[in-house]
């Protein structure tokens, strides 16, 4: 968990080549913070920093990058389908 860290405004994680936040970055989240609202206001800062650092972006990609799909993948994790 050192080294994955954004890429902006590419949006890819710099440890692993994969798109941001990747799935050790999502795991280390639902550890620190459950599934519940915790989880989503920590992937909200996560939104608020990408907004900071592209502020060009458009907002739905954005949102659907750094908060949708990371709830959706942690779900995911959260059933041990690891895929
Ligand atoms: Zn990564």
Known sequence: ??????????GLC???????PCEPVVAQLVDEHGLGLPLSA?????F???AHAVPTAPVLA???QCIRQPLA?????NRGDRR
């Open 62 to 64: 954005l949102y659907e």
């Open 1 to 10: 968990m050192t080294s994955h860290e954004p890429l902006w405004p590419q």
């Open 48 to 50: 608020d920093q990408a």
């Open 73 to 77: 993948l942690a779900e995911k994790l």
């Open 14 to 20: 710099a440890g692993c080549g994969l798109l941001w």
């Open 42 to 46: 920590a992937l909200w800062k996560l």
